[in-house]
């Protein structure tokens, strides 16, 4: 029974763990980027939108992979 409380709280904090993972991938990968484009920060575009739309989409499917594993996590959880 203390195991297995234990296991939980061991699944859990692995679970969130890859869920913070997803969230700064969908932060450091795509809002970035864009933030930096939008605002003209190094004032001028450095990179094509081509190269701009591609890093976007490769961040996001990365975010989105780490986040459907922090779910698949969560399903080794005892159902007591």
Avoid: C
Avoid at 15 to 42: E, K, M
Wanted: no cysteine.
């Amino acid at each position: 029974m203390m195991m297995s409380k234990v296991r939980d709280e061991q699944t859990k904090l692995r679970a969130a763990a890859l869920n913070t993972v997803a969230t700064s991938s969908f932060t450091v990968g795509i809002l970035a980027p864009i933030g930096a484009t939008f605002y003209n920060v190094n004032g001028q575009v450095g990179i094509p939108v081509n190269t701009l739309a591609i890093g976007v989409a490769i961040w996001f499917f990365a975010a989105i992979a780490l986040h459907l594993a922090a779910n698949f996590v969560l399903k080794g959880l005892s159902d007591e």
